[in-house]
């Protein structure tokens, strides 16, 4: 069975409100745990194909250097 976006959040919202305060937290800090540990594992990714691209030039200009 198929909902609209608005009554599926509402039915989201509704369920966020029935839940104790230390519940909405707990998922709270969960989630904000589980977005910096995601995002901190894409930017050292980033960095690590900087780092990489950056030997594999050094590499190609000690052996242009040689020719």
Do not use: C, D, H
Not at 8 to 30: D, F, S
Not at 40 to 61: C, P
């Amino acid at each position: 069975m198929y909902f609209s976006k608005e009554l599926a959040l509402y039915k989201v919202i509704n369920k966020i409100q029935k839940m104790p305060p230390e519940t909405v937290v707990t998922i709270g800090m969960i989630s904000t745990f589980a977005v910096v540990i995601v995002g901190s594992w894409g930017v050292f990714r980033y960095i690590g194909k900087i780092e990489y691209q950056i030997k594999e030039n050094e590499s190609n200009l000690k052996i242009q250097r040689v020719y």
